[in-house]
């Protein structure tokens, strides 16, 4: 868990480098330890650790700088492949990380990328 603060921290203060370097940091230290593990309980031991240190804000804001580079670069496609795999798979385990998310921006993300980029348009549930 100390990569993930660690992680979790170069996110807060905003001073990472290149998106690629910083996605790969997220991928390695936060993505990768979920999917090395078949233990439910310590997965959902590490979702609520991650919402307990305010990752879903920050991941969010991650996204959101994601957005801004674009999904026609490498960084940008990559960056948000990894960020959203986060999001799905430890919300799925963790009740703290899934509301984490909910109060963030980034389902209001993921429903207008629906709307855009869907076969049909989503059904606002928020509202």
């Known amino acids: 868990m100390v990569r993930m603060n660690n992680t ?3 996110l807060k203060e905003g001073s990472f480098g290149d998106m690629l370097s910083i996605t790969g940091k997220v991928a390695k230290d936060i993505l990768e330890p979920l999917m090395e593990i078949d233990d ?3 997965q959902q031991k590490y979702g ?5 240190i305010g990752a879903p804000h920050h991941l969010t804001k ?3 700088r994601l957005m801004d580079v674009g ?3 490498r960084d940008g496609w990559v960056g948000m492949y990894v960020v959203r795999s986060v999001f799905w798979n430890y919300s799925f385990v ?3 990380m899934a509301r984490g998310l909910g109060r963030s921006e980034a389902l209001m ?3 207008n990328d629906l709307d855009t980029c869907g076969t ?3 059904q606002n549930e928020v509202t």
């Open 40 to 42: 439910r309980k310590l």
């Open 48 to 52: 609520d650790h991650l919402s307990e």
């Open 71 to 73: 999904m026609e670069t």
């Open 120 to 122: 049909s348009s989503s």
């Open 62 to 64: 991650l996204l959101l």
């Open 94 to 96: 963790s009740l703290k």
């Open 8 to 10: 979790i921290s170069i």
């Open 109 to 111: 993300i993921m429903l």
